[in-house]
T-cell receptor, first 112, second 113 residues
Framework: SAVISQKPSRDICQRGTSLTIQCQVDSQVTMMFWYRQQPGQSLTLIATANQGSEATYESGFVIDKFPISRPNLTFSTLTVSNMSPEDSSIYLC?????????FGQGTRLTVV | GESVGLHLPTLSVQEGDNSIINCAYSNSASDYFIWYKQESGKGPQFIIDIRSNMDKRQGQRVTVLLNKTVKHLSLQIAATQPGDSAVYFC????????????FGKGTHLIIQP
């Protein structure tokens, strides 16, 4: 398995601002992903974080709103830009080694 | 797009009983399925997985059954314990590892003392 650490674990942000979430994996992994989990709901894939190239976004998610970086095989960031209350959610980082995927504890974001 | 769904949003069972959580998937191309457990305030935790070339796989107190004919997946938990109380998600993907997961809605399992 892989140990995934996310920072911050939670934050309360003003609308119109941006927040960058960091994800650190304790070992090199092939793939890294970012998910959103709205209150009381399931997880939705935002994008695949590709090392050295632009992230691959799922339908409904765009780079301008959720810019992603992945400078190496163990680290990625997700920025939630120009936040609104609708962005209040849990954001989860995931890493995959082969087919098996592991998750961080998530970042609970509240936008006021 | 296609999605994975669950039949029951909440399941309550007596401690010590067996529980069965069901999941229907719609993407016939999916070939890898995973069950996750999510406790409050934590990320999903891997429980067990199964590939499409199998119809049953067993772990410690858990069994996953896959019926490709009707696109149905189930998670059986034997002799439930209070620590089994959590939300359980099924997830699926196509291919070996390059794609992210599609998650079902989740079932909240409550273990009654």
């Amino acid at each position: 398995s892989a140990v995934i650490s996310q920072k911050p674990s939670r934050d309360i942000c003003q609308r119109g601002t941006s927040l960058t979430i960091q994800c650190q994996v304790d070992s090199q992994v092939t793939m890294m992903f970012w998910y959103r989990q709205q209150p009381g709901q399931s997880l939705t894939l935002i994008a695949t974080a590709n090392q050295g190239s632009e992230a691959t976004y799922e339908s409904g998610f765009v780079i301008d709103k959720f810019p992603i970086s992945r400078p190496n095989l163990t680290f990625s960031t997700l920025t939630v830009s120009n936040m609104s209350p609708e962005d209040s959610s849990i954001y989860l980082c995931s890493a995959a080694r082969g087919a098996e995927a592991f998750f961080g504890q998530g970042t609970r974001l509240t936008v006021v | 797009g296609e999605s994975v769904g669950l039949h029951l949003p909440t399941l309550s069972v007596q401690e010590g009983d067996n529980s069965i959580i069901n999941c229907a998937y719609s993407n016939s191309a999916s070939d890898y399925f995973i069950w996750y457990k999510q406790e409050s305030g934590k990320g999903p935790q891997f429980i067990i997985d199964i590939r499409s070339n199998m119809d049953k796989r067993q772990g410690q107190r858990v069994t996953v059954l896959l019926n490709k004919t009707v696109k149905h997946l189930s998670l059986q938990i034997a002799a439930t314990q209070p620590g089994d109380s959590a939300v359980y998600f099924c997830a699926e993907k196509v291919g070996g590892g390059a794609d992210g997961l599609t998650f079902g809605k989740g079932t909240h399992l409550i273990i009654q003392p």
